[in-house]
């Protein structure tokens, strides 16, 4: 009346068919619906998404390839359910919260849920019948009926999903569950007026006059999903497709459901725990910090958590305190993409990895990190994915810590071989755990001189040992050339090949197709990409494409945070944001940035 009084459009807004992995606040939402004619789940008037389908808009082939895409990846509106064996012949019916808004707008009421009781027992009255009540209510309709025997009723947060593939006939109110039963080719009976009923898709028991259109479910979907909600990317705010959200979708789904163990975190320093509580806080567990280790194994025991210690810090006696516990123990490293700037200068981590069997840099006992690289992907589209991500870190010029140059430093003399040696920090867990025979800078450099006596050495020292924190200075008089305030980026750029003990550099060499020899056994070693010097483990028998080696390293060990809009995100996302120097930025508030870009969008809809 207000919009009427002032002569002022009046635009609905609702949450999309494909919305975030829980419901509720705290899940990031891809999709939205804006409706300027009405709202779609009222059946006594008009909405955009009737004229849609009337006008029989959307493509059919895309609608296809979308509701293919949709059941592979198993989406639906929330997507925090486990999957279930699924069951099979079974008669599904469909329950939904008390008070939800499409039930009384849908020409329904809480006695239409005894009629479809009462149908689907008349209907098949040998059938095992199944109730799945809503996931945001575990109390439904039909929760305190007294039921049947034969009646099963499923209160836990499933996968619609697993219930609908087995169902011979579907029963639904108003539910979006009973479309997705319709899309997927099931008989499906409505006892409200939904969007998708009317069209002659479902048979109905409430008639909705202006539906007068014949559409099937893929015409509906096609309308519905793909012409009439709008979707966003949850980490950079632009409006996608359908398709596009998807796979958002999917992945922060696959996100949460990757690392579902609360955690007690211990020896970890004060200033990092609110970056790690970010990683490892699970819905409605919050992680726990506990400095001394036997407390921490009591806490994790007494409240079935894992322990989780800074793998730098892991010793016996924090491997006796877990066992004796009984707590899993898992080490957390910083990933191989981390941030702009040192974290000895408290700058906060934009990955970390959580492994369950060691961690990537200790080279005397098996990782996960090595678990995956044995598995690594070999479809195309895993490998397509790597390459385009090897890409853009070396277009971005993006490594680790992404420091600036303070001053360009002289270019090697030309026609020399030149070999970059990245100095380390000598008593750095990796050279403990993963170094050969060669274990100091300047032990490492007098190897590369001997090997190759005609080339320009570069060594650029670690700037902890620069500025004198840390273990390892060497005789400047041991290089050609030593690069003081380089960067990684431009130290490379520089050389033509990488020799190490077990520096990251040499990875990040390997990416940008340099030739990489190692005298220790890093991570990225003994896959046949490297000339090895040292001693490599036996255990790493596979050979590794560099598209795998990355996609191990970068997609599959390590977990993302983004830091703007403080989500679980992909690693694409994070270059993008160490290339544009928004790693240090703090959440912003998105929802108000993506519903003001939802309506610049599809503001054509209602001029």
Known sequence: MAAKALGKPVVTIEDGFLRSVRPGEGSPVVSLILDDVGVHYDCAAPSRLERLIANGAGDAARAARAIERLRALRLSKYNAGAEIEPPQGHILLIDQKPGDASIRYGGAGPESFQRMLAAALADHPAAEI?????????????????????????????????????????????SQMGFEAAIAGKPVRCFGAPFYAGWGATEDEIAVPRRAARRSAAQIFAAAYLDYAIY???WRGTLISCEAAMEALAFLRDDARADPAPSVATRMRMWKRGHIAAFLDRPNAPTRFEEDARAAAAKARASD????????????????????????????EDGFLRSVGLGAALTPPLSLVLDD?????????????????????????????????????????????????????????????VILVPGQVEDDASIRFGAGAVRTNAALLAAAREAAPGAWLIYKPHPDVEA?????????????????GVSAATALAMADEVWTMTSLTGFEALLRGMPVTTFGAPFYAGWGLTDDRGEIPARRKARLSLEQLAHTALIAYPRYRDPVSGAPCPPEVIVERLAAGEAARPPTLRALAKLQGAFAGYAHLWR
């Open 130 to 174: 199944i109730v799945k009540t809503h996931p945001d209510a575990r109390r439904g309709h039909l929760a305190d009926a007294r039921l049947p025997d034969r009646v099963r009723l499923i209160d836990d947060d499933v996968v619609p999903w697993s219930l609908i593939d087995g169902a011979a006939a579907v029963y639904a109110v108003t």
């Open 232 to 234: 966003f990317d949850p």
């Open 305 to 332: 958590r894992r322990l989780v210690v800074w793998a730098g810090r892991e010793d016996d006696a924090i491997r006796r305190e877990a066992a004796e516990a009984g707590a899993p123990l898992w080490r957390m």
């Open 357 to 417: 069997l060691g961690v990537y840099y200790d080279a005397t006992r098996p990782s996960r990190f090595e678990a995956l690289a044995a598995k690594a992907p070999e479809d195309e589209a895993s490998l397509a994915r790597a390459r385009a991500l090897i890409d853009a870190i070396v277009a971005l010029n993006v490594t680790k810590y992404n420091l600036t140059d303070e001053t360009p430093p002289p270019a090697p003399p030309p026609g020399r071989r």
């Open 468 to 484: 004198g924190l840390r273990p390892g200075a060497v005789d400047a008089a041991a290089a050609d050339q030593v690069l003081s």
